[in-house]
């Protein structure tokens, strides 16, 4: 049960994350969540507003002797991830989370925990709710929309902030300070279609790739874990080929910044290819597995006869669909170069769907740099225009470039150095963080990021660790008391 986690400490965090479990919160659904930062804003008498972009912000006034300390800003954002395992009943628009203690972790039955930003989230509200920590003034800046195109914080007004040093707590490897991240570009084909009668002779069949590990397609990109959307791409492409296959409709992914876990096609093939047609994908299933035993042993490819579909996509719609998708970029582009074990540029070939009348192949760019992202837009660009359509760029959002010369990054150095006996790493992260955006909006800030340890964040395996919770609540706490004067 979700309530055992109230026994966690520290506990004034762990009730704050307790009661966003109970508060349904995907993209684009963040009413309640943001109707009860406000209402407890109102309790604590604090001042706040929400803005036309859905964020929230609170303002706390510095403790007694703190107040020519430099003003902080507490940076978090209120939507989650909503995935699930096949097979879990639960709707993320009216269910709460049933978030459970499992050893050394915090979890949840079968659905995305919430702890990206949860946590974060309920770091913030503790440390407005709480009467004896010292720091200066403070700003808690709770962001709409973050998962799903960073919309909250792309509508920041310029100037909103009054702080000097912002803290993002939405990173996810305790111990570890990041400086700069990499932005982000939704790329997108669509191939038209009307629907073609099916031929005589054919019989329906469902093909589902399932069970894989899916993940963040910022900083799980690199492990090499399977994409559903091109595991399924590879199984279309030799039915097509070589068994008469035609496609009726396809269902593949469903957030861009998720790595895709699962896809469902419905296809017809001819009632005497039928039997071979099994066979052979079942064997290149057997050699997908084989290519994944190490990244990704969970695969599951299953076909089995359904109705005949209605409707066909026409034949050469689905060539170029299927040449697109295997032609596209997926995973890691290239690795930074200067510094190790980062990748610089990647694409997450996130969602393939039909509607009916269009297929979408839809994409997350990301890139440390804008040559690299102008370059890899250009690949994208150049397989839609092969493939006879287009490719649309949108909701583009900037990286954050790191600056190792931050004052606040000193000053955590040695606050982390004294609190715990040793040196955080200094990092950048290939996710996109909103610090970018919030630090065009807001040029004065000096920016970092830093969080508990997360793992598997954007799927039904996140879990969060419960020492690590602790350790940076207490960094957090110190940091405050520890920030310098204007």
């Given at each position: 049960?979700?309530?055992?986690?109230?026994?966690?400490?520290?506990?004034?965090?762990?009730?704050?994350?307790?009661?966003?479990?109970?508060?349904?919160?995907?993209?684009?659904?963040?009413?309640?969540?943001?109707?009860?930062?406000?209402?407890?804003?109102?309790?604590?008498?604090?001042?706040?507003?929400?803005?036309?972009?859905?964020?929230?912000?609170?303002?706390?006034?510095?403790?007694?002797?703190?107040?020519?300390?430099?003003?902080?800003?507490?940076?978090?954002?209120?939507?989650?991830?909503?995935?699930?395992?096949?097979?879990?009943?639960?709707?993320?628009?009216?269910?709460?989370?049933?978030?459970?203690?499992?050893?050394e972790w915090v979890r949840a039955r079968g659905t995305t925990l919430?702890?990206?930003?949860?946590?974060?989230?309920?770091?913030?509200?503790?440390?407005?709710?709480?009467?004896?920590?010292?720091?200066?003034?403070?700003?808690?800046?709770?962001?709409?929309?973050?998962?799903?195109?960073?919309?909250?914080?792309?509508?920041?007004?310029?100037?909103?902030?009054?702080?000097?040093?912002?803290?993002?707590?939405?990173?996810?490897?305790?111990?570890?300070?990041?400086?700069?991240?990499?932005?982000?570009?939704?790329?997108?084909?669509?191939?038209?279609?009307?629907?073609?009668?099916?031929?005589?002779?054919?019989?329906?069949?469902?093909?589902?790739?399932?069970?894989?590990?899916?993940?963040?397609?910022?900083?799980?990109?690199?492990?090499?874990?399977?994409?559903?959307?091109?595991?399924?791409?590879?199984?279309?492409?030799?039915?097509?080929?070589?068994?008469?296959?035609?496609?009726?409709?396809?269902?593949?992914?469903?957030?861009?910044?998720?790595?895709?876990?699962?896809?469902?096609?419905?296809?017809?093939?001819?009632?005497?290819?039928?039997?071979?047609?099994?066979?052979?994908?079942?064997?290149?299933?057997?050699?997908?597995?084989?290519?994944?035993?190490?990244?990704?042993?969970?695969?599951?490819?299953?076909?089995?006869?359904?109705?005949?579909?209605?409707?066909?996509?026409?034949?050469?719609?689905?060539?170029?669909?299927?040449?697109?998708?295997?032609?596209?970029?997926?995973?890691?582009?290239?690795?930074?170069?200067?510094?190790?074990?980062?990748?610089?540029?990647?694409?997450?070939?996130?969602?393939?769907?039909?509607?009916?009348?269009?297929?979408?192949?839809?994409?997350?760019?990301?890139?440390?740099?804008?040559?690299?992202?102008?370059?890899?837009?250009?690949?994208?660009?150049?397989?839609?225009?092969?493939?006879?359509?287009?490719?649309?760029?949108?909701?583009?959002?900037?990286?954050?470039?790191?600056?190792?010369?931050?004052?606040?990054?000193?000053?955590?150095?040695?606050?982390?150095?004294?609190?715990?006996?040793?040196?955080?790493?200094?990092?950048?992260?290939?996710?996109?963080?909103?610090?970018?955006?919030?630090?065009?909006?807001?040029?004065?800030?000096?920016?970092?990021?830093?969080?508990?340890?997360?793992?598997?964040?954007?799927?039904?395996?996140?879990?969060?660790?419960?020492?690590?919770?602790?350790?940076?609540?207490?960094?957090?706490?110190?940091?405050?008391?520890?920030?310098?004067?204007?």
């Open positions: 049960m979700s309530a055992e986690i109230l026994s966690l400490e520290p506990k004034i965090l762990w009730n704050h994350f307790y009661r966003l479990t109970q508060i349904p919160r995907p993209s684009g659904h963040e009413e309640a969540v943001r109707a009860s930062v406000v209402d407890f804003a109102k309790r604590c008498g604090l001042e706040w507003l929400v803005d036309e972009a859905g964020n929230v912000l609170v303002r706390k006034p510095a403790t007694p002797g703190m107040e020519e300390r430099r003003g902080v800003v507490l940076q978090a954002h209120l939507d989650m991830v909503p995935q699930k395992n096949a097979g879990t009943a639960h709707d993320f628009v009216t269910d709460p989370i049933d978030a459970l203690i499992d050893g919430g702890a990206d930003n949860g946590i974060g989230v309920a770091a913030a509200l503790g440390v407005l709710e709480s009467a004896a920590l010292r720091h200066g003034p403070l700003e808690a800046l709770f962001t709409a929309n973050e998962e799903a195109g960073m919309t909250g914080a792309l509508g920041l007004e310029t100037g909103a902030l009054k702080g000097d040093i912002l803290l993002n707590l939405d990173s996810e490897d305790e111990g570890e300070l990041f400086i700069g991240c990499a932005g982000g570009l939704d790329g997108t084909m669509r191939f038209h279609y009307s629907g073609d009668p099916v031929p005589p002779g054919y019989t329906g069949v469902e093909i589902r790739v399932s069970s894989l590990r899916g993940g963040h397609s910022g900083m799980d990109i690199n492990l090499g874990r399977g994409n559903a959307n091109t595991l399924m791409n590879r199984l279309l492409r030799m039915g097509r080929a070589r068994h008469g296959l035609l496609l009726a409709s396809i269902d593949g992914g469903s957030l861009r910044n998720a790595i895709p876990r699962e896809s469902t096609a419905l296809v017809a093939v001819p009632s005497a290819q039928k039997a071979a047609f099994l066979d052979e994908l079942h064997a290149l299933a057997a050699t997908i597995a084989g290519e994944l035993a190490e990244a990704d042993p969970g695969l599951r490819v299953e076909a089995v006869e359904a109705a005949l579909p209605a409707a066909v996509i026409a034949d050469a719609v689905t060539q170029r669909l299927l040449d697109a998708v295997a032609a596209c970029p997926n995973g890691v582009h290239r690795m930074s170069a200067g510094i190790e074990g980062l990748v610089e540029t990647s694409n997450n070939l996130a969602r393939v769907h039909s509607d009916g009348s269009a297929v979408s192949v839809e994409c997350l760019l990301r890139s440390a740099s804008e040559e690299g992202m102008r370059e890899l837009a250009d690949l994208v660009a150049g397989v839609a225009e092969r493939a006879g359509t287009t490719a649309v760029f949108e909701h583009g959002y900037p990286g954050w470039r790191p600056n190792p010369a931050s004052p606040i990054l000193k000053c955590m150095i040695e606050v982390y150095r004294r609190r715990f006996g040793k040196t955080p790493e200094i990092r950048a992260v290939h996710a996109g963080l909103e610090c970018g955006i919030i630090g065009a909006a807001c040029p004065q800030l000096d920016m970092i990021s830093f969080g508990p340890t997360i793992r598997h964040p954007h799927s039904p395996d996140e879990k969060v660790e419960i020492a690590s919770v602790l350790k940076f609540w207490e960094f957090l706490t110190a940091t405050l008391e520890a920030v310098p004067e204007r």
